[in-house]
């Protein structure tokens, strides 16, 4: 028997929504503390990094996870053992060489940062790149075996160690670099954490190593697409985090400092409150990868029909009523969050953003968990591609906002092509009609949203300014889903089933 989805999902979702909450108010902190120009040479450091990071072990973690639902499903409780050591030794044999290589040829590749100081402040990274990626395999052990307790802790709790630290170390920083090198000494902290709390609780709940070989070829070939993919989008944003402030330099005529800034307001402020359905929906994703895995290699096509219709669904629901609150106060939260009205123009302008960006990254997760992760990765340099071509176009007409035209591009584009390829493989699935009709929705409250919120005094305060037109438009749209009978309340009675 199944377990119940609903209540694996609501679980990590809550687990999830508080951690992504502290970590942007941990960002908003930052943003605060150390700057526009101290968060951009963190999030440069930090996008260097993911590149090695997401090439050690990004496609490891799903991959493991599906190789243990499988085993599992057979009842070969050593082959699942086979699938986490084999991960280990895989991601092994590329981080310690790549961190001992990175740290002594570290002349080498400093022309990827804007000076030496952001050279220096990226190897204290170094150590963490083989301490994380372990974790990361440990991390898809806990998903295969379909403990999302344990998982939804640590990861909690890494980011609370992360925000705790870097809270003490940057009250000590005088300048932006300082700020800087103050917050990635906290992620470097946050990982050794994680990477051992993930091994005890492994060892605890009788995990074992044993002989990786027999394992070695199938991880690595599943894992490699995915890998590929994540690494290059990982590349991706570093070559953007490169050429984007100096062709802004050029094209525009900000200086460097103002360039930088300008990206990390972007990057470090407005992209991730636009990314704030994704933390719901990548909750979703870690539950159902795995039951979408068992039921497409058991041959179970009505469960695999009804999983990724409630999937799909579940994700253009939770972008369709974000996407009015973001409409309407996006200026006010930029402002009452990060001090900084800039970040908060680019969030309203581009809230609609949301809805192609949760469709792209479900349907990408939905498809790598039915062995398609090679269509996937061609999907994704399609989207690439036209990425770059705007930015490149558009930079030197319309300035940082090529960026954003850009990238809403690239995931209209990757969403469309997987989101054929889906229904191609799964003709019964149904999704088209109820996204067209959220998309309606989302408008017709994004217009409510704003009358309300010009119907409000102009000398109230942005707090209450958020509360009453954001709840405006929040509840609105969640009426006009249930009124149109989108959402029912069967969820929540299965979330409390069996019990």
């Known amino acids: 028997m199944k377990n119940n989805i609903y209540r694996s999902a609501a679980l990590v979702t809550v687990f999830s929504t508080v951690e ?76 310690v060489p790549a961190a001992l290589v990175l740290f002594l040829a570290k002349n080498l590749y400093g022309f990827l940062f804007p000076d030496e100081n952001c050279l220096n402040i990226f190897l204290w990274l170094l150590p963490g790149l083989i301490l994380t990626s372990v974790y990361a395999v440990m991390r898809g052990s806990f998903w295969g075996n379909k403990q999302f307790l344990p998982y939804s802790v640590i990861e909690l709790a890494e980011n609370c160690v992360m925000v705790i630290i870097g809270c003490i170390l940057i009250s000590f920083a005088a300048t932006p ?19 051992g709390a993930s091994l005890v609780w492994y060892r605890i709940r009788g995990g074992k190593f044993v002989d ?13 697409p995915i890998t590929v993919m994540r690494t290059s989008t990982s590349l991706l944003n570093s070559v953007i985090a490169m050429f984007l402030p100096a062709l802004l330099m050029s094209a525009c005529g900000y200086t460097d400092s103002e360039a930088v800034a300008l990206y990390g307001v972007v990057m470090g402020m407005s992209m991730p409150m636009l990314f704030t359905p994704n933390s719901l929906i990548g909750s979703i994703a870690v539950v159902v990868a795995p039951e979408l ?27 369709a009523v974000l996407i009015p609150v973001m409409f309407t106060l996006g200026e006010c939260l930029g402002v009452f969050f990060f001090d900084n009205e800039f970040s908060g123009v680019i969030i309203s302008r581009f809230a609609f953003i949301m809805l192609p960006m949760s469709l792209s990254i479900i349907s990408t997760t939905i ?41 809403t591009l690239d995931f209209c584009v990757t969403a469309v092509l997987n989101l ?23 408008a017709v409250a994004c217009l409510f949203g704003r009358l309300a919120d010009n119907l409000l005094p102009a000398s109230l305060p942005d707090f209450w300014r958020i509360v009453i ?7 609105f749209a969640c009426a006009a889903f249930f009124g149109m009978e ?14």
């Open 367 to 407: 498809l790598n968990s039915m062995n398609f992760e090679v269509k996937t990765l061609v999907h994704f340099f399609i989207g690439s591609l036209v990425l770059l071509a705007f930015i490149f176009v558009l930079t030197p007409k319309i300035g940082i906002y090529a960026y954003m035209v850009g990238e």
């Open 20 to 95: 992504k909450t502290l970590s942007f108010v941990y960002r908003i902190i930052l943003s605060r503390t150390i700057g526009a120009e101290g968060v951009g040479i963190y999030q440069i450091c930090l996008s260097v990094f993911a590149v090695f990071l997401t090439a050690a072990s990004s496609g490891i973690p799903i991959t493991v996870s599906r190789v243990m639902a499988k085993h599992g499903a057979m009842g070969n409780t050593h082959a699942k053992y086979g699938a986490v050591s084999s991960g280990i030794v895989l991601t092994l044999m590329f981080t």
């Open 420 to 442: 054929h390829l889906l229904k191609k493989n799964c003709p019964k699935i149904g999704y088209l009609f109820y996204t067209l009709k959220s998309l309606t929705i989302a």
């Open 486 to 499: 989108m959402v029912t309340a069967k969820p929540l009675k299965k979330l409390f089933a069996d019990r």
């Open 212 to 224: 990786p070989r027999p394992q070695l070829k199938p991880i690595f070939s599943s894992a490699m």
């Open 177 to 195: 670099e300082g700020g800087a090198e103050a917050a990635i000494i906290a992620v470097l902290v946050s990982y050794v954490f994680s990477f």
């Open 293 to 319: 895995s068992e039921d497409f290699y058991a041959g179970r096509q009505d469960s695999l029909k009804r999983d990724i219709e409630r999937t799909l669904k579940a994700s253009v629901l939770i972008a």
């Open 469 to 475: 037109s954001g709840g405006a438009a929040f509840l």
